[in-house]
């Protein structure tokens, strides 16, 4: 049996919450092959997923950039840091690295490899952005019940058009991102 782990992201496109990212050690023989893009699978199809990932994975760990991170450091920084702390969570292992997009961060190169369509394309990753894109929608849902209002329960942060109407009917909360073009429009304009 051979492994890789498989890295990837969910939530760099919101205007609120954080940026969640998991790391799987996967093994070759999992033998499920409804893996894809989690963006490409209903929630239920995902739902039903999860618990299968969690049998087969060998270990998960998540990581995450929050949103004063994010704010500081921007999107594409806080989100490197956020796998570098996920693969980190693993421990000690001795499998090769994949990474969803086309950048490996800072922490991981010379160990990792970034593939453009990866989540669609490897196991691993596929089952990093099951479990990354469940658990953060879940985190958002949670969010709902404390900032109500905003439908984070329906677009889990992202900038729909209802979401830009609440911020602007609700002003922003501590969980937007203030350095986001919305959000930072919506300050100024205050």
């Excluded at 450091?73 to 796998?83: C, F, P, Q, S, V």
């Excluded at 099951?130 to 900038?159: C, F, Q």
Aim: hydrophobic share 45%; glycine share 10%; charged share 25%.
């Amino acid at each position: 049996m051979s492994v890789l782990v498989g890295v990837d992201e969910v939530g760099r496109g919101p205007l609120a919450g954080p940026v969640v990212t998991c790391a799987v050690l996967w093994p070759d023989d999992h033998g499920i092959v409804e893996l894809d893009d989690s963006k490409k699978l209903s929630p239920k199809k995902r739902e039903a997923l999860i618990p299968l990932i969690r049998d087969k994975a060998l270990e998960i760990s998540f990581g995450r950039a929050e949103v004063e991170e994010i704010d500081t450091l921007n999107i594409l920084h806080a989100t490197m840091l956020a796998m570098e702390r996920a693969v980190e969570g693993l421990g000690e292992f001795d499998a090769p690295i994949r990474i969803d997009g086309n950048r490996v961060p800072d922490g991981l190169k010379g160990r990792a490899q970034a593939v453009v369509g990866g989540d669609g394309l490897i196991a691993a990753i596929s089952a990093a952005s099951i479990l990354a894109k469940v658990a953060r929608d879940e985190e958002m849902a949670a969010l709902a019940e404390i900032y109500p209002g905003y439908g984070l329960e329906g677009h889990a942060g992202y900038p729909t058009k209802a979401h830009i109407e609440a911020l602007e009917l609700l002003g922003v909360s501590p969980i937007h991102r203030r350095s986001f073009g919305p959000v930072k429009r919506i300050l100024e304009n205050a």
